[in-house]
């Protein structure tokens, strides 16, 4: 069975002071990682899409990265508008249309002014 | 068009009602699912159509019934909910290509059920 793992639950960040969330997955040959930002009573945001070790991806102040057991969101110098939940899932293998992805806890994240 | 779109975005019931959520997507993705989503959990999968048939569905009570009239709809038809049933529901539209899979969710139907 699918495992996503994601540490820590929640963060506070001040302004401009970088972290990085993680995501430990347990899967059965990955066919994809996606990482999604979700805000209150929104429905989840695409941001990356990984598929194989080593990979990176980086969109304005987030870099996503994966290795054979976990992928990682760094975030740069945030800003309060990135407060948000970050959402790792994992996309099963073996079927090619109408796949489930798994989804990890979340992790809650809150930028400081 | 990269969206997602769902109706009604709020949705305030009774027991004996029945409504429907319906979504629609214009991306020529040929699969889309049915997600729930409670308060501070991720999404759980409820229902996936592939093709406009249904090829997952996770055990999810008769109460719920989904329908996919073409390739860019999909609805969930509701009846005789309870209380616990209250959630957002989150539809998803997928398509795999050779350089990438995309999957893409709508802004949900906060639903509550009173």
């Known amino acids: 069975e699918d495992q996503v793992t994601q540490s820590p639950e929640a963060l506070r960040l001040q302004e401009g002071e970088s972290s990085s969330l993680n995501c430990s997955y347990t899967?059965?040959?990955?066919?994809?990682l996606f990482w999604y930002r979700q805000d209150p009573g929104k429905g989840p945001e695409f941001l990356f899409t990984?598929?194989?070790a080593g990979e990176e991806k980086e969109k304005e102040r987030l870099k996503a990265t994966l290795t054979k057991k976990e992928s990682f969101l760094h975030i740069t110098a945030p800003k309060p508008e990135d407060s948000a939940t970050y959402l790792c899932?994992?996309?099963?293998?073996?079927?090619?249309?109408?796949?489930?992805?798994?989804f990890g806890e979340g992790t809650q994240l809150t930028v400081n002014p | 068009d990269t969206e997602v779109t769902q109706t009604p975005k709020h949705l305030v019931m009774g027991m004996t009602n029945k409504k429907s959520l319906k979504c629609e997507q214009h991306?020529?993705?040929?699969?889309m699912y049915w997600y729930k989503q409670k308060a501070k959990k991720p999404p759980e999968l409820m229902f996936v159509?592939?093709?406009?048939?249904?090829?997952i569905n996770e055990s999810v009570p008769s109460r719920f019934s989904p329908e996919c009239p073409n390739s860019s709809l999909l609805n969930l038809h509701l009846h005789a909910l309870q209380p616990e049933d209250s959630a957002l529901y989150l539809c998803?539209?997928?398509?795999?290509?050779?350089?990438?899979?995309?999957?893409?969710f709508g802004s949900g139907t906060r639903l509550t059920v009173v």
């Open positions: 998803a539209s997928s398509a795999r290509t050779e350089l990438n899979y995309g999957y893409t």
């Open positions: 899967v059965s040959g990955l066919r994809g």
């Open positions: 990984l598929y194989s």
């Open positions: 899932a994992v996309q099963a293998p073996g079927e090619t249309s109408g796949s489930r992805l798994t």
């Open positions: 991306m020529g993705h040929r699969a």
């Open positions: 159509y592939s093709y406009e048939k249904l090829s």
